[in-house]
């Protein structure tokens, strides 16, 4: 009876220790949550702010102090016109306003104790009210040597002596639908009314500036014959070196190796004098030909194809397969992962590659251009229309994240797996 | 005589597959009539006055090259001609590269490579039929998701590959292929493209013919493979060959050079390398003025106080030092922003919550987009007035007012935090990786044996990732050390030293200034950079992975 209670007791208190243990793994979790969700948000701000700028007006980009949605002014129709909104108090209460147009000279009128003799327009004021309301009562007062006005001007009803600091104009604000109402204030300091709004219209005017249109196809056509001739020869040369002997190969794969660190800068004249040689330069060729070759997708198609069982490709030979069907009736389905991975690095580099066109296709060769040697020259032209600017990045920058949301399996694992090995 | 009998014993099949026949004479006969013609390429090319204005050494290379083949082609005419099989294989290996060649160059004498600019056009013209492509793509993965109704789904793959299929094909027709497959003809009805034709039939013809009667030649398992292997690799070595091979070769070559562009390149030996390299030391008074010891020609890069004394360094190309200099501190900066914080992050994505997936989705996303659309984004962002990031700054400091783009002292500072922002998430992926590739019962061992999550981490974790921190940091050091594009568009309004790194340095010296030779030196001393780099990586992660073991 008592090793029973004792045994109890025991597994309450495990039970209980299991149970803060979870608490403090949750807590934990939370405050992992938290960090993590603030990084993401670091990290994602360029692409929000990039995303919500192109939606944006050019005269709101130049909005201070920065925001990130898209506003526009509201307005409305007055007197004929439509005309902004501004947002301001009247008889305390906030109200939709229109600007007439007419300007109103006015007093600020304020005490001698406010006053500020150097900068009178920074004086603290007690009113304002139209100059010919107020009644010059001819007499002066000597401030720091200066002389200021008396004034007789209405307060809340009452009839008061003040300095006049200084006059000013200020316009006629009225109420678009009752014009009775009526305010006054500085143009400049008031702000409008505003309201999100998206200018999809950015898209399609971008897409027409600087040829992007053009050169979306072709990036779109280079980036993908590139990708299909890397991966076609990648196949065919890992097949070769991994489950073919022959003469050289040791050797052949030994040099593929060195060549992986070779930067490419290296390459950059020789084969810029070679494109001059063939005729290629100014051609999308020069963007496609010279790069159909990658000892490095070799190098890891490879990799890749050794893992694969000896067994299968001696059943399927003795099937009657040749080494061509092997290679793509048996090892193409097995290595969907590689060739996925090897086709999403392919796709990645060969649309954001930016060095070799700028090189080879010249500046003023606008039909031959590809998006970022377009974004390139949109970022020269359209330095005052930033929302312009950023729509085509946006566009560019589009393909690839689609890409990724599609295979985004590949993008991660494939890539975190090249770095493992 | 015996020879034949020999090949006859080895294979001894059948007797029509022993001797001598017409079709073997009829190769060895185009294997020796190959080396004659490239008996006479190497000549034309050993004798023409203008070698594409790349020298005479490049002319001589290529034209001994051309007759080392013909002398193989001689050889492989006379060991066919003797039924031995290594000519055989010389004979195909060199017709098939032949008839890649040819057709390479078919291409090139038609004008066919120039047209993908013209069929660019034609999608242009017609982009709304390209939507057909999505819709397919659409279709078939559709076809997919129906685990269950076979038919359903195959009928929706096929859908969806007609549609695309059609697409093509329409796409083709609108974009005038009957037009260019007329004026293809035209083209090929010319006496070189005839010609090249003819010989590109020839050597299909020649090779598949030698492939198949491997009997007569007593050919064996292993050597069959081995003419296959080849094979296999051709398209790949073709390219490799042609477009990175020779390239190297020829850069190499050039660094060697004076060689403008217009002048044809002049020997120059170590000049160029000398001229970038070039310092000179002077101890001078602490109050003197470095222009008056430093030789004529010669810059200031450096001066180190030296108590009473200072130390002037001076360089031939001070240029090209300031963009080392940069270079270096970029990568400095790069491996600090973009290297420890990915681990931090990694760490945190390694706690087995749910939705770490989402998150590093979303940490990897950066890393995807152009550079060159990338730096618009932060050219707004780094505006000193309407950009967030001195408003945010602002916010601590209400004073300051960076001049992020355009201050010299911060504007690879800038550059950094792009690059940073871009890389980070990409090698937390990567650490993330190696994380979960050390086995949990290590780590629940060191936890029962009391070690506290920072002993964990420094003892178990490091050592543990350690081939993956070198594989970081040697990617990132590596990408830094060629960095350009970041700087030619984020810094694209400034002209200070500043912005320089070493691979923008060679593009003004190649492709503003024309210094082929001296940018060429460049590019070597910094792939000298990078070797190094690398080998020191090999060497500490050889002796790291000992931890593995």
């Known amino acids: ?421 | 005589m015996t020879t034949t009998m020999q090949a006859g014993q080895r294979s001894g099949i059948q007797p029509s597959d022993q001797g001598m026949t017409p079709q073997v004479m009829l190769v060895a006969l185009w294997q020796a009539l190959l080396g004659v013609g490239l008996v006479w390429g190497a000549i034309q090319v050993w004798n023409m006055p203008e070698f594409f204005n790349l020298g005479d050494v490049v002319q001589r290379f290529l034209a001994v090259v051309i007759l080392l083949t013909a002398i193989a082609a001689f050889a492989s005419a006379f060991m066919v001609w003797q039924l031995s099989n290594n000519g055989r294989f010389i004979a195909i290996i060199m017709n098939f590269s032949f008839f890649a060649l040819s057709i390479l160059l078919l291409g090139q004498v038609l004008g066919l490579y120039q047209g993908l600019d013209q069929l660019s056009e034609g999608l242009w013209r017609n982009a709304p039929w390209l939507l057909g492509f999505p819709i397919g793509y659409a279709l078939v993965w559709v076809g997919w998701r129906f685990r269950e109704g076979e038919s359903v789904r195959e009928w929706l793959v096929k859908a969806g590959l007609g549609v695309m299929m059609v697409t093509l094909v329409i796409l083709l027709l609108l974009s005038g292929l009957p037009n260019s497959i007329a004026d293809l003809f035209r083209a090929l009805v010319q006496p070189v493209p005839l010609l090249v034709l003819g010989l590109l039939i020839g050597f299909f013809v020649v090779g598949t013919y030698l492939s198949r009667d491997g009997a007569r030649f007593g050919e064996t398992i292993a050597q069959r493979e081995s003419w296959q292997g080849w094979l296999f690799l051709l398209p790949n070595f073709v390219n490799f060959s042609l477009f990175f091979a020779i390239p190297l070769l020829l850069s190499l070559y050039l660094s060697f050079t004076d060689y403008n562009a217009i002048s044809r390149p002049e020997w120059v030996g170590l000049d160029n390398y000398i001229g970038l390299l070039q310092l000179e030391f002077h101890t001078i008074p602490a109050e003197q003025a470095s222009g008056t010891v430093l030789t004529q020609g010669y810059g200031e890069i450096a001066s180190i106080g030296l108590g009473a004394n200072r130390l002037v360094i001076g360089a031939r190309d001070t240029m090209f030092w300031v963009s080392l200099g940069n270079t270096f501190r970029y990568c400095f900066m790069l491996l600090l922003l973009g290297v420890m914080p990915a681990l931090l992050l990694a760490l945190l994505l390694n706690t087995k919550i749910p939705g770490m997936k989402f998150y590093r989705a979303i940490f990897f996303l950066p890393s995807i987009a152009a550079v060159v659309g990338v730096a618009l984004i932060w050219q707004w962002l780094y505006d000193p007035i309407i950009g967030f990031i001195n408003y945010a700054i602002r916010f601590f400091f209400p004073e300051s007012n960076i001049n992020w783009l355009s201050d010299p002292n911060v504007m690879l500072v800038a550059v950094v935090i792009m690059a940073a922002w871009q890389v980070v998430g990409f090698n937390a992926v990567i650490f993330l990786a190696g994380l979960q590739n050390i086995p949990k019962e290590v780590m629940e061992a060191s936890t029962v044996d009391g070690a506290g999550p920072i002993t964990r981490f420094f003892r178990i974790m490091m050592p543990l990732i350690a081939p993956t921190t070198f594989f970081v940091v040697v990617t990132t050091l590596i990408s830094g050390l060629q960095a350009f594009s970041e700087m030619y568009v984020l810094l694209w309004a400034t002209s200070d030293n500043a912005r320089l790194t070493t691979v923008y340095y060679l593009y003004e010296e190649g492709f503003e200034r024309f210094q082929f030779g001296n940018a060429s030196a460049t590019a070597w001393l910094l792939f000298i950079v990078i070797f190094i780099v690398t080998l020191v990586q090999f060497r500490l992660s050889n002796r790291s992975s000992a931890y593995q073991d």
């Open chain 1, 1 to 421: 009876m008592t090793t029973l209670a004792y045994e109890t007791e025991a597994s309450r208190r495990a039970l209980e220790k299991e149970r803060r243990a979870l608490m403090t793994q949750r807590i934990l979790n939370i405050f992992v949550y938290i960090i993590l969700t603030a990084v993401a948000y670091l990290l994602l701000f360029p692409f929000l702010y990039l995303l919500f700028t192109s939606l944006k007006t050019t005269t709101d980009v130049f909005h201070f102090p920065p925001r990130l949605l898209p506003y526009v002014p509201l307005t409305t129709e007055y007197n004929g016109e439509q005309v902004t909104l501004y947002s301001m108090e009247v008889n305390g209460q906030q109200r939709n306003m229109v600007d007439t147009g007419e300007s109103v000279r006015f007093g600020f009128f304020t005490t001698e104790d406010l006053i500020n003799v150097a900068e009178p327009r920074q004086s603290g004021l007690i009113t304002q009210v139209p100059i010919d309301l107020a009644t010059d009562t001819g007499r002066v007062v000597n401030v720091g040597g200066t002389d200021f006005p008396v004034y007789s001007v209405e307060v809340n009803g009452q009839s008061q002596e003040l300095l006049l600091a200084f006059r000013g104009g200020l316009s006629r604000f009225v109420a678009p639908d009752d014009p009775t109402v009526e305010t006054f204030a500085n143009a400049r300091t008031t702000s409008p009314v505003e309201r999100v709004e998206f200018q999809w219209a950015n898209y399609q005017s971008v897409l027409q500036l600087r040829n992007l249109d053009r050169s979306l196809i072709n990036t779109a056509l280079v980036t993908v014959l590139v990708t299909a001739g890397q991966v076609l020869t990648s196949l065919l040369g890992g097949y070769a070196f991994s489950r073919m002997q022959f003469r050289g190969r040791d050797a052949v794969f030994l040099v593929y190796l060195g060549t992986i660190m070779i930067p490419f800068v290296v390459l950059i004249i020789p084969l810029y004098q070679l494109m001059q040689v063939l005729g290629w330069q100014d051609h999308l060729v020069a963007l496609v030909l010279p790069w159909i070759f990658t000892a490095y997708g070799t190098f890891l198609m490879r990799q890749f194809f050794i893992t694969i069982p000896k067994e299968l490709e001696e059943a399927a030979q003795l099937d009657g397969l040749s080494r061509f069907g092997t290679l793509f009736r048996v090892f193409v389905p097995l290595s969907g992962a590689a060739i996925a991975t090897q086709a999403i690095i392919t796709f990645l580099y060969a649309w954001n590659s930016f060095i070799w066109p700028l090189v080879i296709i010249s500046e003023g060769n606008t039909p031959n251009h590809v998006v970022t040697l377009t974004l390139n020259q949109l970022r020269n032209a359209a330095q005052s229309e930033p929302n312009l600017m950023l729509t085509g990045a946006a566009v560019a920058i589009l393909p690839p994240l689609i890409l990724f949301v599609l295979a985004q399996r590949y993008f991660v694992e494939g890539i975190a797996n090249t770095g493992s090995k």
